[in-house]
Nanobody, 125 residues
Framework: QVHLKESGGASVQAGGSLSLSCATS????????MGWFRQVPGKEREWVAS????????HYADSVKGRFTVSRDNAQNTLSLQMNSLKPDDSAMYYC??????????????????WGQGTPVTVSS
């Protein structure tokens, strides 16, 4: 079992920055793909970014490419999401997810085995 806990959500103004963190615990060596999703009430969950093992480059959704950066600290067992140039459309509950999947599946946000509780992000115009 892998446990995920997000933190860092807050209210910010458009154009600002925010850093989210996902702390991992449990049998973490059983997952090889971690990433971030977001969801607005009444809408489908949207994949944001994924990280397949440390030596591979991360993948991003087009809506956040160039503005968001995902990174992993293996020593601290945390996954971070640095969000810059935030827009009101970025407002959502942000979730951390983890799974053991093929690299191609990870690259498009195909992980769904373990989830955190989410952390809210609100961007005001």
């Amino acid at each position: 079992q892998v446990h995920l806990k997000e933190s860092g959500g807050a209210s910010v103004q458009a154009g600002g920055s925010l850093s989210l963190s996902c702390a991992t615990s449990g049998v973490t060596h059983t997952v090889n793909c971690m990433g971030w999703f977001r969801q607005v009430p009444g809408k489908e969950r949207e994949w944001v970014a994924s990280f397949y093992r440390p030596r591979y480059s991360p993948h991003y959704a087009d809506s956040v490419k160039g503005r968001f950066t995902v990174s992993r600290d293996n020593a601290q067992n945390t996954l971070s999401l640095q969000m810059n140039s935030l827009k009101p459309d970025d407002s959502a509950m942000y979730y951390c997810a983890a799974d053991f999947v093929d690299r191609s599946v990870c690259a498009i946000g195909g992980m769904d085995k373990y989830w955190g509780q989410g952390t809210p992000v609100t961007v005001s115009s």
